[in-house]
């Protein structure tokens, strides 16, 4: 049981490459996010998935694109990176809303 | 929007001692309350939380207690240990929003032996 799986851990772009943060996991929840962690900042809300088939924009969607591609994978996808994100980003899941999150390890992405 | 303010942004503690961290949100319609413990490049992990129909809860050395006429609540570690140093985050999220929550901007503990 790995719990909410994101990938790459660590990522350096140019300024204008694309990527996409895969995140996958396997508790079976039906709610998945995005949220990215700058210093002072807390956690922000990128994009969320309240259920299989549906995505929603958070407090900082511009800039980004997510998929829900099942259940278990919401990916999060940079199609022109700026160095404003520059960021930790972090995946995680819930049974549903309003319970608590699982995160994901995260990814440190710097844009150069 | 939805805003959740928290205070203060550091603290620093005697080991032994006990700390408070205060949060104030801003939609009245919020229901869930949960606070996260993140140690230096870890993930965030969830320590405790509190329902709107609930004034406090406890779990050893840790609580949380919700005034809802005033929008906010309290983080209180008692018997503070080194191992409690960490950056600790509340956050509010409320029915029929998919779930998402609005996070404080931090707290950074530290417990000093």
């Known amino acids: 049981n790995a719990g909410v799986t994101q990938t790459p851990k660590f990522q350096v772009l140019k300024t204008g490459q694309s990527m996409t943060l895969q995140c996958a996991q396997d508790m079976n929840h039906n709610s998945m996010y995005w949220y990215r962690q700058d210093p002072g900042m807390g956690l922000r809300l990128i994009y969320y998935s309240a259920s299989e088939g549906t995505t929603d924009k958070g407090e900082v969607p511009n800039g980004y694109n997510v998929s829900r591609l099942n259940k278990r994978e919401f990916s999060l996808r940079l199609e022109s990176a700026a160095p404003s994100q520059t960021s930790v980003y972090f995946c995680?899941?819930?049974?549903?809303?309003?319970?608590?999150?699982?995160f994901g390890s995260g990814t440190r992405l710097t844009v150069v | 929007g939805e805003n959740v303010e928290q205070h203060p942004s550091t603290l620093s503690v005697q080991e032994g001692d006990s700390a408070v961290i205060k949060c104030t949100y801003s939609?009245?319609?919020?229901?869930?309350f949960p606070w996260y413990k993140q140690e230096l490049g870890k993930r965030p992990q969830l320590i405790i939380d509190i329902r709107s129909n609930v004034g406090e809860k406890k779990d050893q050395r840790i609580a949380v207690t919700l005034n809802k006429t005033a929008k906010h609540f309290s983080l209180h570690i008692t018997e503070t240990q080194p191992e409690d140093s960490a950056v600790y985050f509340c956050a509010a999220s409320w029915d029929n929003q998919g779930g998402k929550l609005i996070f404080g901007q931090g707290t950074e503990l530290s417990v000093k032996p």
């Open positions: 995680a899941s819930s049974v549903q809303g309003n319970y608590g999150y699982t």
């Open positions: 939609d009245s319609a919020s229901n869930y």
